[in-house]
């Protein structure tokens, strides 16, 4: 039947994806495509809030082995790292710990490994980690006061000071994009008035603890070795939901006129679930919590293709960031965009006037390699508008979407997706999990001026 599959694929829209032709099937992972481009920009897919073992809280708690990394969670976390796929990890380490680490070792280079380090100023400022077949980026960061990622040198100044505009100029100074992490702890006078470049629309930690008792009926099925688990890589497929405290927060802020990028946060730890799956990897391993979903930068490359720290950075500052929850498949074709009558083009974090009658366009995706036995999901491409009272839904199509804006503000675009090609790996949590929609896609807002 996958051969079937593989048939159908060839005669359809996937037959010019360079990837190996693997159905896709609860684990299986993509790289980038860098032969393609999206008005001249790469599609780069990553982490944004991630802990190593110069976290204090990492590895079960003892990250260090006499003053050293424990070599158990730092092979889980380059091997979570590699066999992601992913293009760039943005690490988020916990200051207390962090801060002693010394560049280059907190950017987890290794030279043994064949990692490089990218130099600037006779500094390193980050690292190519080196995969079998490919390599990803690595950057530091501290959860501390503030989130400050992409820096590229400690600052002298402790990280745990109060957040304030001079703590974030300080970690601007040191090339940090800065963020703020879990969103419920922040009101939105602070997420709006400190000059910080965005926070998290989703966090997997706190979505664990909102959803704390789906996650303890799973953990004890796993204890006590009872059937109806999803698949280990659909683990958390039950209990991943939207905390209106996140959506609440990103649509008013943006509905007061501030401009800030939305992120979604893995927090992976390594240091939550230890109990094994049937596969006989942890609940939380590295890789299990690095394939679930990930932030996907619109990346203005070099003229010959090259990209570094840099241009990931000022995507993200720029705010062309979507994200996607890619443990439910990988989406193929998405896009947002906007353009006026004057013809002028605007990607995710851009404003256009709402005089020149501009266009909002949304390109539904596909699922990538679907098996085409399997029963196929329904998929809704959604537009949204910033109010104070939260987001207004003004467009929904179960294709393509376009729409031509009546007032200003910020709109952002969504797509849901009912998985219903899951169904014969979701266990008991079928029903559960096949009786609405989920979110698949988060993509930043376009902004429409007056």
């Not at 969670?73 to 943005?90: E, I, P, T, Y």
């Not at 390193?124 to 820096?151: F, Q, R, T, Y």
């Not at 997997?204 to 999803?230: C, K, Y």
Request: with cysteine.
């Amino acid at each position: 039947m996958k051969n079937l599959a593989i048939i159908l694929c060839l005669a359809a829209a996937c037959q010019d994806d360079p990837a190996p032709l693997v159905v896709w099937t609860p684990g299986t992972t993509y790289p980038s495509d860098s032969s393609k481009r999206l008005r001249g920009m790469l599609d780069l897919r990553g982490l944004i809030h991630a802990h190593s073992p110069y976290s204090h809280d990492a590895c079960d708690g003892k990250p260090l082995i006499d003053g050293q990394p424990d070599p158990v969670c730092m092979a889980d976390l380059r091997r979570g790292l590699c066999q992601s796929k992913h293009d760039f990890v943005m690490l988020t380490d916990h200051s207390e710990s962090g801060h002693a680490t010394p560049y280059p070792q907190v950017l987890l280079y290794d030279s043994e490994l064949g990692d490089t380090l990218v130099e600037r100023a006779e500094r390193p400022v980050a690292s190519w980690m080196n995969c079998d077949d490919s390599k990803l980026i690595v950057m530091a960061g501290m959860e501390s006061g503030m989130m400050p990622v992409g820096l590229e040198h400690h600052i002298d100044a402790r990280y745990n000071r109060p957040p304030s505009a001079e703590a974030a100029q300080a970690f601007k100074d040191a090339g940090a994009v800065v963020l703020l992490q879990h969103t419920e702890d922040w009101s939105v006078d602070e997420l709006s008035e400190l000059p910080i470049d965005g926070f998290e629309m989703y966090n997997l930690h706190n979505n664990t603890l909102v959803s704390a008792d789906i996650v303890l009926e799973m953990l004890f099925r796993v204890l006590e070795g009872r059937l109806g688990l999803p698949h280990p890589d659909l683990f958390l497929v039950p209990f991943v939901s939207e905390d209106p405290r996140y959506l609440e927060r990103w649509s008013k802020v943006l509905a007061r006129g501030h401009k800030r990028v939305g992120t979604m946060g893995t927090d992976s730890h390594r240091n939550t679930f230890e109990a094994k799956l049937a596969d006989g990897e942890r609940i939380d391993s590295y890789r299990r919590m690095m394939i679930a979903f990930s932030n996907h930068l619109l990346v203005r490359p070099e003229a010959d293709g090259s990209w570094d720290d840099r241009h990931l950075k000022d995507a993200l500052r720029a705010g062309r960031l979507y994200g996607v929850f890619e443990m439910l498949g990988y989406p193929q074709g998405f896009d947002f965009h906007a353009a006026d009558s004057a013809g002028i083009m605007a990607e995710m974090g851009d404003e256009l006037s709402l005089a020149n009658s501009p266009t909002l366009t949304v390109k539904r995706p596909e699922l990538r390699h679907l098996d085409a036995t399997l029963e196929a999901p329904i998929i809704t491409a959604r537009l949204l508008l910033a109010t104070e009272e939260g987001w207004l839904e003004v467009a929904k199509a179960k294709g393509d979407l376009s729409f031509t804006p009546s007032q200003p503000g910020a709109y952002r675009a969504e797509i849901r997706i009912r998985p219903r090609h899951l169904r014969q790996d979701l266990g008991h949590y079928d029903q559960q999990s096949l009786t609405g929609d989920m979110v698949w896609v988060y993509a930043n807002p376009i902004y429409i001026s007056p």
